[in-house]
């Protein structure tokens, strides 16, 4: 368990959690979820002395479980917020091991997708945050404070426009910097797909990789479904905040706080919206595709049928020179082998002129 306390324009680390909260600020704890139980005594009596009130046992059980969604809740004391962030490539390897496939493999990203749980219990003067286990969300959060510090005696003294100003303004930023991670992530699903797309397009490309592109799709409709439901527990929350505004908070601060709540729910929303445009990309990408292979059989086809139809004058020539009669022209004659080939030559160098200019026997793209 780590205690952060917030005061005007400071911040310190404490051993214990203070008796109360700080004059015009707030005490922050965050601890892993596996040390949850262990230090649940302590952060129980935290809770009822910065709080008001103790976490409900109900709210205990979500922010311990490890795969619970993205949800909003509250009581008249505090608000929880359950939040999935992405996972760091260490936990990625650590949780599929050798089923990760390379990263040269095609829509490798994809299969690299995995969230983890973060819960906020957000009161008046406290903020609890619990984090997976190893999670480095919480102390790079804090390095961002400590960029340009003055350290005395304990204490470090920055500029209060760079500290938040409550424990829900802290949540926000930490939310923020979560989602801009998902945004990020969109730069790299947008190349990989726009990559496999142009080797689908390609006509030397015979072979298409369908495996990684339905578990790519699989990959999109979770992230899909995943930011809806963050999408969901951020509206709520904001919408808690318009309807019941905090009294602990001036009406600038609470101004500044709705201002980042919407910037957080804005940011959801855009990943949303490029997630739906990949899947219809892919969609599309499949369908021209099929439509491609379509056309290029349909070209094969029509060059075969246009070499059909030149030879088929000639089989017809063959076939009737082939009759077993003992009077037909030119079979005595000296030249007549010469006159038929010199025939059948050039029926055949008509029709094939005639087919060329009429794009019959044009190259297959």
């Given at each position: 368990?780590?205690?952060?306390?917030?005061?005007?324009g400071?911040?310190?680390?404490?051993?214990?959690p203070p008796?109360?909260?700080p004059e015009?600020?707030?005490?922050w704890?965050?601890?892993?979820?596996?040390?949850?139980?262990?230090?649940?005594?302590?952060l129980?009596?935290?809770?009822?002395?910065?709080?008001?009130s103790?976490?409900l046992?109900?709210?205990l059980?979500?922010?311990?479980?490890?795969?619970?969604?993205?949800?909003?809740?509250?009581?008249?004391v505090y608000?929880?917020?359950i939040?999935?962030?992405?996972?760091?490539?260490?936990e990625?390897?650590?949780?599929?091991?050798?089923?990760?496939?390379?990263?040269?493999?095609p829509?490798?990203?994809?299969s690299?997708?995995?969230?983890?749980?973060?819960?906020?219990?957000?009161?008046?003067?406290?903020?609890?945050?619990?984090?997976?286990?190893?999670?480095?969300?919480?102390?790079?959060f804090?390095?961002?404070?400590?960029?340009?510090?003055?350290?005395?005696?304990?204490?470090?003294?920055v500029?209060?426009?760079?500290?938040p100003?409550?424990?829900?303004?802290?949540?926000?930023?930490?939310?923020?910097?979560?989602?801009?991670?998902?945004?990020e992530?969109?730069?790299?699903?947008?190349?990989?797909?726009?990559?496999?797309?142009?080797?689908?397009?390609?006509?030397?490309?015979?072979?298409?990789?369908?495996?990684a592109?339905?578990?790519?799709?699989?990959?999109?409709?979770?992230?899909?479904?995943?930011?809806?439901?963050?999408?969901d527990?951020?509206?709520?929350?904001?919408?808690?905040?318009r309807?019941?505004?905090?009294?602990?908070?001036?009406?600038?601060e609470?101004?500044?706080?709705?201002?980042?709540?919407?910037?957080?729910?804005?940011?959801?929303?855009?990943?949303?919206?490029?997630?739906?445009?990949?899947?219809?990309?892919?969609?599309?990408?499949?369908?021209?595709?099929?439509?491609?292979?379509?056309?290029?059989?349909?070209?094969?086809?029509?060059?075969?049928?246009?070499?059909?139809?030149?030879?088929?004058?000639?089989?017809?020539i063959?076939?009737?020179?082939?009759?077993?009669?003992?009077?037909?022209?030119?079979?005595?004659?000296?030249?007549?082998?010469?006159?038929?080939l010199?025939?059948?030559?050039?029926?055949?160098?008509?029709?094939?002129?005639?087919?060329?200019r009429?794009?019959?026997l044009?190259r297959?793209?």
């Amino acid at each position: 368990m780590k205690i952060v306390e917030f005061g005007a324009g400071t911040l310190r680390f404490l051993e214990q959690p203070p008796p109360k909260a700080p004059e015009g600020g707030f005490v922050w704890i965050y601890l892993e979820r596996d040390a949850l139980e262990t230090d649940l005594p302590l952060l129980q009596q935290a809770a009822q002395a910065l709080g008001g009130s103790p976490l409900l046992d109900l709210h205990l059980k979500d922010i311990a479980n490890r795969s619970h969604p993205s949800r909003y809740d509250y009581t008249s004391v505090y608000d929880l917020v359950i939040f999935r962030r992405l996972a760091t490539d260490e936990e990625v390897r650590i949780e599929v091991g050798d089923a990760l496939p390379p990263a040269d493999t095609p829509l490798a990203a994809f299969s690299r997708i995995r969230t983890r749980a973060i819960g906020f219990v957000v009161f008046d003067r406290l903020l609890v945050t619990v984090h997976p286990t190893g999670c480095d969300a919480a102390r790079s959060f804090i390095q961002r404070f400590l960029g340009d510090v003055v350290q005395s005696e304990g204490m470090t003294s920055v500029a209060r426009s760079r500290l938040p100003a409550s424990p829900a303004d802290l949540m926000l930023r930490m939310l923020n910097m979560m989602v801009d991670g998902y945004l990020e992530l969109r730069k790299e699903l947008s190349a990989e797909l726009d990559q496999w797309q142009q080797e689908l397009m390609d006509a030397r490309n015979r072979g298409a990789d369908w495996s990684a592109l339905m578990s790519a799709r699989n990959a999109l409709h979770t992230l899909e479904d995943l930011c809806e439901e963050q999408n969901d527990a951020m509206q709520e929350w904001l919408d808690t905040q318009r309807e019941q505004p905090s009294p602990t908070l001036a009406q600038t601060e609470r101004d500044s706080l709705l201002a980042r709540a919407r910037d957080v729910v804005e940011h959801i929303q855009r990943v949303v919206h490029h997630v739906r445009r990949m899947e219809a990309g892919a969609e599309s990408a499949v369908q021209i595709h099929f439509s491609a292979q379509g056309h290029r059989t349909n070209e094969i086809m029509r060059t075969l049928t246009a070499l059909t139809a030149i030879f088929l004058p000639l089989n017809l020539i063959a076939g009737v020179f082939g009759m077993n009669f003992d009077f037909l022209p030119l079979t005595h004659a000296s030249s007549g082998f010469w006159l038929t080939l010199g025939s059948m030559a050039l029926i055949a160098v008509t029709l094939g002129v005639v087919f060329w200019r009429k794009h019959y026997l044009a190259r297959a793209r």
